[in-house]
Nanobody
Framework: QVQLVESGGGLVQAGGSLRLSCAAS????????MGWFRQVPGKEREFVAQ???????TYAGSVKGRFTISRDNAKNTVYLQMNSLKPEDTAVYYC?????????????????WGQGTQVTVSS
């Protein structure tokens, strides 16, 4: 089992940047594909980005070119660097871990979740 704790959220103006961190404890995060999802009230939780055990990333179309996911297995930490932020990026961002053999963009394939961190982008 793995426990995930997100940090780094906050309030930023449009065009600004934030870096989210997801610290894993318990079983080492290197065993898992790691993902970031986000959710706004009244909407489904949506995929943002994932990174495989071997470090290969995948992005949602809405963030491609602006967000970068990375992982530091030595620190058991996954990052989401968010640049050129837009008001529509406002959401609670969740870190998740998937133990399956293949990476996934589907939230149901992720076994473990953090508590979320709020990101608010003002116009």
């Amino acid at each position: 089992q793995v426990q995930l704790v997100e940090s780094g959220g906050g309030l930023v103006q449009a065009g600004g940047s934030l870096r989210l961190s997801c610290a894993a404890s318990g079983r080492t995060s290197s065993r898992y594909h790691m993902g970031w999802f986000r959710q706004v009230p009244g909407k489904e939780r949506e995929f943002v980005a994932q990174i495989t055990r071997s470090g290969n990333p995948t992005y949602a179309g809405s963030v491609k070119g602006r967000f970068t996911i990375s992982r530091d297995n030595a620190k058991n930490t996954v990052y989401l660097q968010m640049n050129s932020l837009k008001p529509e990026d406002t959401a609670v961002y969740y870190c998740a871990a998937a133990s399956g053999s293949s990476y996934s963009v589907i939230k149901g394939d992720y076994n473990y979740w953090g508590q979320g961190t709020q990101v608010t982008v003002s116009s």
